[in-house]
């Protein structure tokens, strides 16, 4: 298994943020490997609440789902993720902070069959790419005015 977590500070209201980040479908207006993101569960978005993505993954889509397993606005969401090679379990908490919000994500990744063996490089490259994903979200959010 796999352990990545970080934090980023992000310049806008906690309950801006935690809205944003909770819903699935923003996710390719600031991560360019998303390929889409949609909800295909009923209601509003919240616990239980099911996305379906598909990011680009080694040349490929790579299609996922993703429930949304605790929402505890504005102060944490926690999801599951499943794909073929791998299921994450983790969550974002959100805090205010002076001047804005301080994310905090944590996720336990568990490879399964072949991609076991890539756990120590999952851990890596994970770590890297969650930063740059949060960063681009935190540009995203902070630009003079975002897109809703």
């Given at each position: 298994?796999?352990?990545?977590?970080g934090?980023?500070?992000?310049g806008?209201?906690?309950?801006a943020v935690?809205?944003?980040a909770?819903d699935?479908?923003?996710?390719p207006r600031?991560?360019?490997?998303?390929?889409r993101?949609?909800?295909i569960?009923?209601?509003?978005v919240?616990?239980?609440?099911v996305?379906?993505?598909?990011?680009?993954?080694?040349?490929?889509?790579?299609?996922m789902?993703i429930?949304?397993?605790?929402?505890?606005?504005?102060?944490?969401?926690a999801?599951?993720t499943?794909?073929k090679?791998?299921?994450?379990?983790?969550?974002?908490?959100f805090?205010p902070v002076?001047?804005?919000?301080?994310?905090?994500?944590?996720?336990?990744?568990?490879p399964r069959?072949?991609?076991?063996?890539l756990?120590p490089?999952?851990?890596?490259?994970?770590?890297?790419?969650?930063?740059?994903?949060w960063?681009?979200?935190?540009r995203?959010?902070?630009?003079p005015?975002?897109q809703p």
């Open positions: 298994m796999a352990k990545i977590a934090e980023i500070i992000i806008r209201p906690v309950e935690f809205d944003f909770a699935q479908r923003n996710e600031y991560n360019p490997r998303m390929i993101a949609e909800k569960s009923e209601g509003p919240g616990e239980g609440t996305f379906r993505s598909a990011a680009k993954s080694i040349g490929r889509a790579a299609e789902r429930e949304l397993t605790c929402y505890d606005r504005p102060g944490r969401v999801s599951r499943t794909a090679q791998v299921d994450i379990d983790g969550a974002l908490t805090d002076p001047g804005g919000t301080r994310m905090r994500w944590s996720w336990s990744v568990r069959g072949a991609a076991r063996l756990a490089a999952i851990t890596w490259i994970g770590r890297r790419q969650e930063q740059a994903i960063t681009s979200m935190k995203y959010l902070e630009a005015q975002p």
